[in-house]
């Protein structure tokens, strides 16, 4: 990979005592939860359960009924949008469709915490764009109508924006949608990478468990709007655990150093099949998945 971008200094994230309504209905129940500066963090649970509405928050799109939320030692609504949208890039699951616009202007709007709509784009701002163009591998689009893409470029060009805003947290809600197998284990390995390099915070939601497992140093499991466990992949991935959070059986395998969970299917073929599979070197893993916290 190229130059990375310019590195920002990962910010903390806390909430204390978060309690979110979305029109009548409570989501969010007393969350109280750390994202610590730097690190990568997964949220898992079932569908429904208030991750989005928990990033959404932690973003400051949504208004809490009661509790707080800080960065650093900041409090969040103490900060004016300009200034929250420089420190924290956000892409919502299910971002508005752009229409008239190229993927290298879509991507240019992730600067506008910089310079003001319609400010003019200088040297850093070019250079942020270009960089971010690169890291989804988008510089053959650049010309493209963003509503002529496929879902996963698409996908990728709002990943993209999100990089180009160069906050100290990234929020990131199933960035994986509309992504082939090949691109999904691609981007995760990428946005890891650009951790690494920066110390920038992520944190972002994703179902696929393994997949939060290999690339996280953190997850969170979420259950009827409340936060329920905390730890890291290793601790995180118990089948009990699991099964309490997603009502689904699940057989635990270790795969060359990383905790991998499967769910075991009922009836014939169910869970002893797992087991033998497991005896004879478990599933393949496709390649790049073990380079998340274990390397490479």
């Keep these: 990979m190229t130059e990375s971008l310019t590195p920002a200094a990962g910010a903390s994230l806390r909430a204390e005592g978060l309690n979110v309504a979305v029109g009548a209905r409570n989501v969010l ?21 208030g991750k989005s509405t928990l990033l959404r928050t932690l973003g400051g799109l949504l208004k809490p009924v009661s509790g ?3 960065l650093d030692d900041t409090p969040l609504d103490s900060l004016r949008a300009r200034e929250r949208a420089r420190r924290i890039a956000l892409l919502a699951q299910t971002p508005g469709m752009p229409f008239g616009m190229t993927v290298a202007e879509l991507v240019a709007c992730g600067r506008y915490s910089h310079t003001g709509m319609g400010g003019r784009l200088g040297e850093r701002d070019n250079l942020a764009i270009e960089r971010a163009l690169h890291l989804m591998e988008l510089e053959t689009l650049c010309t493209r109508d963003v509503t002529a893409l496929s879902g996963g470029e ?9 990089l180009a805003q160069e906050g100290n947290v990234l929020l990131l809600d199933e960035p994986t949608t509309y992504l082939d197998v090949r ?45 329920v466990f905390s730890g890291t992949p290793d601790e995180t991935m118990d089948p009990d655990r699991l099964m309490a959070v997603f009502a689904t059986p ?11 969970c499967l769910p075991v299917l009922g009836g014939q073929g169910g869970r002893s099949d797992v087991r033998e599979r497991a005896e004879i070197g478990g599933p393949s893993v496709p390649n790049g998945l073990n380079g998340g916290r274990h390397g490479g």
């Design 29 to 49: 129940t007393q969350v109280d939860v750390t994202f610590a500066a730097g690190r990568v963090s997964a949220l898992c649970g079932p569908n429904g359960c």
């Design 68 to 70: 707080r939320v800080w």
């Design 183 to 227: 691109h999904q284990i691609d981007i995760l390995a990428r946005i890891r990478e650009l951790n690494r390099e920066t110390g920038m915070t992520v944190v972002w939601v994703l179902h696929d468990l393994n997949q939060a497992a290999a690339f996280s140093d953190a997850m969170l499991l979420m259950r009827d709007g409340k936060l």
């Design 154 to 162: 698409r996908q990728r060009a709002f990943i993209a924006m999100a």
């Design 250 to 260: 699940m057989q635990r395998i270790d795969f060359q150093g990383l905790p991998m």
